[in-house]
């Protein structure tokens, strides 16, 4: 069995999107009972609550989580407010303790994606279970390993699975505390549109202004999900305490958020035609591509054959100018058709790099 083959009806059993909230971390049981009551008065819509056990901190000696006492409050939660519970696992005694505590859902960090050892050592602890195992990107923006970990659980036999965006770490400043990379999710989701998609805006933003401007657009290409942390004191969190909001906010921000649907029924003949368009476009696109690939051939040849280096400053210049001009001039963002540009130039360095080598 493949990924691509699996069912995940794990996910039919929730409201969609499936919202899962709750602190970044477990702190004391009263934190967690007035966070899981204000979860639940409010119409946030949550489904399941979330709380991490055990933190992986980048500095020792900080607060690593509460330990195998918090799997207690987790439990508790769920009694009394019925929402499923989910933990982050990340070794195989940690899984034994959460399976034991009957948690509902567990996730592996990003932390731990990272590495397959940690992975495959996860994985072998879950062996069979079914409860859904969702795996978030790891830190760095590698696609493979974000599968590879997917495969070594589905090896195990753990066949409800599901994954978290929660974005990639940059040594670069940005407005981000870990950039969203939009396009390795994307690619994820176009491989694997059987798995579903949470994204994670809390680690992604770093701060609660951009939660819901991340969700939004989460939610714009089909996620399933959220997984968002709410503390009934965010101020104070013992951990992650910029990012967090109370459950009355989130409820607002959930509210405020415009959920799409991504069944089309009733407007296939408009989306149709679009599309019908859009494939003749890029069917154009392609046929322009390889005609200027062609000529960017000859240009090589010319230059190997009078000794000229392949990159030349000046010329991208010209190119980059007159991209930006044209992109002014047709309203699109000057950052995106630099982007463009960018890639067909680099591509074409490349075609005429093969010729400087190969004749
Ligand atoms: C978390 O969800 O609290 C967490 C530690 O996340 P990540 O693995 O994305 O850093
Ligand atoms: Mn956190």
């Not at 602190?23 to 979860?39: D, N, V």
């Not at 508790?76 to 499923?84: A, L, M, N």
């Not at 176009?190 to 401007?213: K, V, W």
């Amino acid at each position: 069995m493949n990924l691509n083959e699996l069912e995940n009806n794990w996910i039919k059993g929730f409201e969609k999107p499936v919202i899962i909230a709750g602190p970044c971390s477990a702190e004391s049981e009263s934190q967690m009972l007035e966070t899981a009551k204000r979860l639940k008065e409010s119409d946030a819509d949550v489904s399941v609550f979330r709380a991490g056990i055990w933190k992986p901190r980048t500095k020792p000696n900080g607060f690593e989580g509460v330990g195998v006492i918090g799997l207690n409050w987790l439990k508790k939660v769920k009694e009394e407010y019925g929402f499923k519970t989910a933990t982050e696992v990340a070794n195989a005694h940690h899984v034994f303790a959460a399976l034991e505590a009957d948690v509902d859902v567990l996730w592996i960090g990003a932390r731990s994606t990272v590495n397959p050892f940690t992975v495959q050592e996860i994985a072998q602890a879950l062996r069979g279970i079914d409860k859904p195992v969702l795996v978030k990107n790891p830190v760095n923006p590698d696609l493979a390993l974000w599968i590879g970990a997917l495969e070594r659980l589905l090896g195990q036999d753990v066949k409800n699975l599901g994954v978290i965006h929660r974005g990639f770490s940059t040594y670069q400043k940005t407005k981000y505390r870990n950039i969203p990379n939009w396009q390795i999710a994307l690619d994820f989701k176009h491989q694997f549109p059987n798995i579903p998609m949470f994204i994670d805006p809390s680690h992604i933003c770093g701060n609660r202004t951009g939660l819901a401007g991340v969700t939004q657009e989460a939610f714009n290409v089909g996620y399933e999900g959220a997984i968002i942390e709410s503390h009934c004191n965010p101020d104070e969190a013992w951990s992650d305490a910029s990012q967090q909001i109370t459950p009355e906010v989130l409820a607002d921000m959930i509210n405020s958020i415009q959920i799409r649907k991504s069944d089309i029924s009733g407007y296939e003949d408009e989306m149709g035609k679009h599309r019908t368009l859009i494939s003749d476009l890029d069917f154009q696109l392609i046929e322009l591509l390889s005609q200027r690939m062609k000529i960017s051939e000859k240009i090589g040849t010319l230059k190997k054959e009078n000794n000229i280096a392949i990159f030349q400053p000046e010329r991208w210049r010209i190119i980059a100018d007159y991209a930006a001009q044209k992109a002014n001039e047709s309203g699109m963002s000057h950052e995106f058709i630099e982007k463009v540009f960018k890639a067909i130039h680099e591509e074409s360095i490349e075609v005429q790099n093969k010729i400087m080598i190969n004749k």
